[in-house]
């Protein structure tokens, strides 16, 4: 198994998601660790999906 693309990293507040490949923060700050962002983002790569999960983890901030 290699190295994972994309890891939550726990930072004061919640979550966030470092990019290995681009070395950088990607999307918000999430308050529970988004496991099925994640899972999607290292595994299928679905647009659709990934879009479901993000407006649902928004929705979940308000």
Known sequence: MGRRRYV???V???YRIWDNKARRWWGDLY???PD???DELNGARDYDRI???LKRYRA???
């Open 36 to 38: 099925d962002l994640l």
């Open 51 to 53: 879009t479901a999960l």
């Open 12 to 14: 004061p507040g919640g």
């Open 60 to 62: 979940m901030q308000r």
């Open 31 to 33: 308050e529970l660790c």
């Open 8 to 10: 939550a990293r726990g």
